[in-house]
């Protein structure tokens, strides 16, 4: 199992990442990891017979952005997804997904869907949606807001720095990701 990386700035049910090397990234200012007690637990999904338990904290502050690589993404009991860094001097130690301050960096647990499915803007909301590189780094963004209603289609969905997003196969916004939040999806 390949080693991942997080960005500290990102929910479902959750795998060990098994991509090469996947950045989680911390953003500048103060951090609190934890010891978890999950030995015995399978590394990823989650059901309520696990009882992972807490068992320290510690507070770290960065004065800029830096990156950890870590092994596990997984959801902890009561908690929500937690990332588990792999090496350095916080191996061992657990991160919760937060957005924009902890996310792993890229798209994950991406979901493909055929025939497509359809999107719908809210009138009168500005929603950013983003072109991302191939390194997982924004590359472009375009704000959209539209007077009325209006729909575009999607074939995928996933976990994209962070955040559940849809990506866009049509239009203007074709090859965008979108923050899945704002939009409904096949009215939802």
């Known amino acids: 199992m ?3 990386c997080v960005v500290l700035q990102r929910t479902c049910r959750v795998r060990p990442c098994r991509h090469a090397r996947r950045e989680q990234e911390f953003a500048a200012g103060t951090h609190t990891l934890y010891k ?3 030995a015995g637990a399978p590394l990823y999904g989650w059901s309520p017979s696990m009882h992972d338990a807490q068992l320290a904290t510690k507070k770290v502050t960065f004065s ?3 990156q950890a690589p870590v092994d596990v993404r997984r959801r902890i009991e009561g908690r929500g997804i937690y ?3 792999s090496a350095g001097a916080y191996a061992g130690w657990w991160v919760g997904e ?3 301050k902890v996310f792993l960096r890229g798209v994950h647990l991406s979901t493909t869907y055929r025939p497509q499915r359809t999107a719908t803007f809210p009138p009168n909301v500005s929603i950013t949606c983003i072109k991302f590189g191939s ?3 924004t590359g472009t963004t375009k704000t959209v ?3 009325k209603s209006s729909n575009a289609p999607f074939d995928r969905r996933a976990i994209v720095n962070g955040r ?3 990506h866009i196969t049509a239009g203007g916004l074709s090859g965008y990701w979108v923050p899945a939040g704002p939009v409904l999806t096949d009215g939802h």
């Open 135 to 137: 390194d997982g780094t």
């Open 164 to 166: 559940p997003m849809v």
């Open 64 to 66: 800029r952005a830096t």
């Open 83 to 85: 990332y588990r860094i």
């Open 145 to 147: 807001k539209f007077a």
């Open 36 to 38: 978890l007690k999950t």
């Open 98 to 100: 937060y957005y924009p």
């Open 2 to 4: 390949g080693a991942a």
